[in-house]
Nanobody, 120 residues
Framework: QVQLVESGGGLVQAGGSLRLSCAAS????????IGWFRQAPGKEREFVAS????????YYADSVKGRFTISRDNAKNTVYLQMNSLKPEDTAIYYC?????????????WGQGTQVTVSS
């Protein structure tokens, strides 16, 4: 079992940057692929990015490709999401999940989320 806690959200102007962190507890962190998801008001939770257990493979939604970068530090039990060139449509609650599957329903453990608001 793994517990996840997101941080780093906030209010930023369009074109700005934020770095989200997903800190995990538990000795099994490195055995999980990790994904980032987001959910805007009135919309379904959607896949943003994921990273393999070793960090060697990364995947992105088309909407964030070239702007967001996912990375992990297994020694620190942490996964990061660097978000650049932010747009108002990136406004959402961002969650990390253990499992790394694009379908949110297939991921086992979730954090509580962190709010990202991008003003125009």
């Amino acid at each position: 079992q793994v517990q996840l806690v997101e941080s780093g959200g906030g209010l930023v102007q369009a074109g700005g940057s934020l770095r989200l962190s997903c800190a995990a507890s538990g000795r099994t962190f490195s055995t999980y692929a990790i994904g980032w998801f987001r959910q805007a008001p009135g919309k379904e939770r959607e896949f943003v990015a994921s990273i393999s257990r070793s960090g060697g493979r990364t995947y992105y939604a088309d909407s964030v490709k070239g702007r967001f970068t996912i990375s992990r530090d297994n020694a620190k039990n942490t996964v990061y999401l660097q978000m650049n060139s932010l747009k108002p449509e990136d406004t959402a609650i961002y969650y990390c999940a253990a499992g790394g599957y694009r379908d949110p329903r297939e991921n086992d453990y979730w954090g509580q989320g962190t709010q990202v608001t991008v003003s125009s």
